[in-house]
């Protein structure tokens, strides 16, 4: 997977990188640390904006309890239903059946 500085993802965003600082307090981005730099999936942004359909699945899964390293491990591996990733399904337009999807691993 391949990885944003978060100044780099402000700048892709044409904000500044308080504002993505606050888009991952608000649970709108994810972000781990690598080598001691947060870092940001670039897969989560297109066109200059977080991916639709993103933030509600961020929030779906963390209702449920689930790690931000849980998260993003669910988000980019392979789910032959879709098929591919939940995270091209989102990039593919295909929000709702992720959606459906995150929900239903709660019960």
């Known amino acids: 997977m391949e990885v944003l500085p978060l100044p780099e993802v ?5 904000l500044p990188v308080t504002r993505v600082h606050q888009l991952l307090r608000d649970g709108q981005l994810l ?3 690598r080598d001691g ?10 066109a200059g904006t977080v991916v ?4 509600g699945t961020i929030t779906v899964l963390r209702d449920q309890g689930f790690s931000t ?8 591996t392979e789910d032959e239903s879709l098929p591919g990733t939940p995270i091209e399904a989102l990039r593919g337009d295909r929000g709702r059946e992720v959606k459906r999807r995150a929900q ?3 019960f």
Not at 69 to 76: A, G, K, N, V, Y
């Open 69 to 76: 390293d849980e998260i993003l491990r669910w988000l980019f």
């Open 37 to 46: 730099v947060l870092v940001v999936p670039e897969a989560f942004l297109a």
């Open 104 to 106: 239903a691993m709660g």
């Open 10 to 14: 402000a700048d892709r965003m044409g």
């Open 52 to 55: 639709k359909g993103l933030p």
């Open 31 to 33: 972000a781990e640390r």
